[in-house]
């Protein structure tokens, strides 16, 4: 179960990431074969980290882009309401802060791939054209599905955390104008990609201050960013947020 628009927000943000990729890994790749292309010695992978103002000008253009993500979840919940109070709600603002935190890592990664293959190929014996190929094929957006689907598993991850993240703001809301107490109740995604963790999890349900038990973790909504790398990837999990009865 996802919140209505979301496919469209992960189609969208999956194509905004991947251009950014697109673009800065073919930096990467010129920094890294650099000394190989000019003079034959061997690609440098901490040359991924000349990189990193354009990287970081790619994450300072994707995180805002999460924002109307937020917005599908708390207008489920306050149809009627402003969302505009959505982008100054404390669980938004720092569900994207956190997102950003993990979004500026991928550096990192990509570092450690290059390396990798640098590492296997001076093992396997292969000069340095063939390590330079390793490193452009790694490296290639059109050549293989690694990098699409980086990007989509990036989207589905962002967007649905930005969206649990706006249904839980608005809860909260509503509790504050109402008066009223509120629960909240886990729903996965009902299909046969769902996780063992979050099956068991499926309608669970709790105080919104309180958060749910998911694998042995406390989670205060599906893809909240504190939890484990396993138990939000490609989360579709989403809430239904019920009014207390007494």
């Known amino acids: 179960m996802s919140y209505p628009g979301q496919d469209g927000e992960e189609t969208r943000l999956s194509a905004l990431v991947l251009r950014w990729l697109t673009r800065w890994l073919q930096r990467v790749l ?31 253009d994707i995180v805002p882009e999460l924002l109307p993500a937020a917005r599908l979840g708390w207008n489920d919940v306050l149809p009627d309401s402003d969302s505009s ?13 956190m997102s950003r935190n993990l979004l500026v890592r991928i550096p990192d990664e990509v570092y450690n791939l290059i390396f990798a293959e640098i590492t296997d190929g001076v093992n396997d014996g292969e000069g340095m054209r063939d390590i330079a190929a390793r490193i452009e094929r790694i490296l290639d ?7 699409p689907s980086r990007a989509m598993t990036i989207a ?3 967007v649905n955390r930005a969206a649990n993240a706006g249904a839980l703001a608005a809860a909260h809301q509503a509790e504050r104008d109402e008066g009223r107490r509120m629960l909240k109740r886990w ?22 201050g309180q958060p749910f038990q998911v694998g042995g973790f406390p989670l205060m909504f599906p893809g909240d960013p504190t939890a484990p790398p396993h138990l939000v990837i490609w989360c579709r999990c989403s809430m239904q947020i019920l009014e207390e009865r007494r």
């Open 141 to 147: 957006v059109t050549g293989s599905e690694r990098w």
């Open 85 to 97: 109070l959505v982008s100054t709600d404390t669980y938004v603002v720092s569900a994207l802060a």
């Open 187 to 208: 729903l996965d995604s009902d299909d046969r990609r769902v996780r063992p963790e979050h099956r068991e999890a499926d309608e669970q349900t709790v105080p919104l």
């Open 30 to 60: 010129d920094a890294v074969l650099a000394g190989f292309r000019r003079f034959g010695i061997a690609p440098d992978p901490t040359a991924v980290y000349s990189s990193t103002p354009l990287w970081m000008e790619a994450v300072d």
């Open 156 to 158: 589905v991850t962002e």
